[in-house]
């Protein structure tokens, strides 16, 4: 069976139409170009290569805190997808419970994007999100993790890391920043996107550079806290990147399909889609 018939659930991918739903007039980056990717865009590459089912996450380039236009696809294709949105860190349990009652399943952290000061009172946030059995989403890179590992470790709550930490690779796998996301591992709370390989990879497509730290990071958390996802569609990337080519890669890194059908199906179908 090839790849892109089996199925599949894309856990990262973002939606844009400035066309429809106009970006903000304050936000730092506007995606444009091929950056843009629309729902029913979306829709068609998911059709295309067997993607059954989409985490959707909300970018802060081009609409910032403007959950609008994920909200609207989640809306028009409630089987399909399920959300992660960005929120005020004040953000009321009423208006994180609207957010969840619109399938939004976690609020999105991006210490890449705003610094680790911004989110010095994310605390209470995190514990509401506990409360609420939704997930944190944290995007990290190199050592920002240090910073909410105690939180992690101290608070109940359901954690994604997005792309796989974004380590780097010329650090080596004994640095301490990556580490630390391994013993995170010990909580069996966190899960890691296995993803983004352009945001930390030293070297081009297939990005071998990367692939001692997915190995570690499977061994790790195993194969049933681990995910795959596209990044769809390659926000700021450095060079080209292709839904297919990243599908093909996935076949490389585990060519048994049993391990395959953990990452892309079964694992995100248990925490996101009720599996």
Known sequence: MSIFEEP??????????PAQFPYAADVAYKPSGQEVGTTAQLVQV???????????VQPN??????????????????????????????AET?????????????????????GNAYYE???????????????????I?????????????????????DHCGRPAPRDGLDNPAFETLLRLSDTGRVHVKLSGYAKFAGTAYPFEDT???????????????????????????????????????VEVLFPDIGERRQILWETPRRLFFGG
């Open 46 to 56: 998911m059709q295309t290569y067997g993607t059954r089912h989409a985490l959707l």
């Open 211 to 249: 692939w001692p730290f997915l190995r570690a990071l499977v061994g790790a958390f195993g194969l049933e806290r681990c995910m795959w996802a596209s990044d769809w569609p390659y926000l700021r990337a450095p060079d080209r990147q292709d839904y297919g080519q990243l599908l093909k890669l």
């Open 8 to 17: 599949k659930i894309d856990c990262h991918a973002h939606v844009l139409d």
């Open 61 to 90: 380039s081009g609409y910032g805190s403007d959950n609008s236009c994920m909200l609207d696809a989640i809306a028009r294709h409630p089987t399909l997808f399920k959300g992660v949105a960005i929120a005020p860190l004040d």
């Open 121 to 139: 009172s994310a605390f209470g946030l995190m514990a509401k999100l506990a409360e609420l059995d939704m997930f944190v989403q944290i995007q």
């Open 94 to 114: 009423a208006a994180l419970l609207d957010l969840r009652d619109q399938g939004i399943v976690g609020i999105a952290l991006n210490p890449t994007f705003h």
């Open 141 to 161: 890179e190199r050592d920002q993790l240090a910073m909410f590992r105690p939180w992690i470790e101290r608070i109940p709550v359901q954690v994604l890391i």
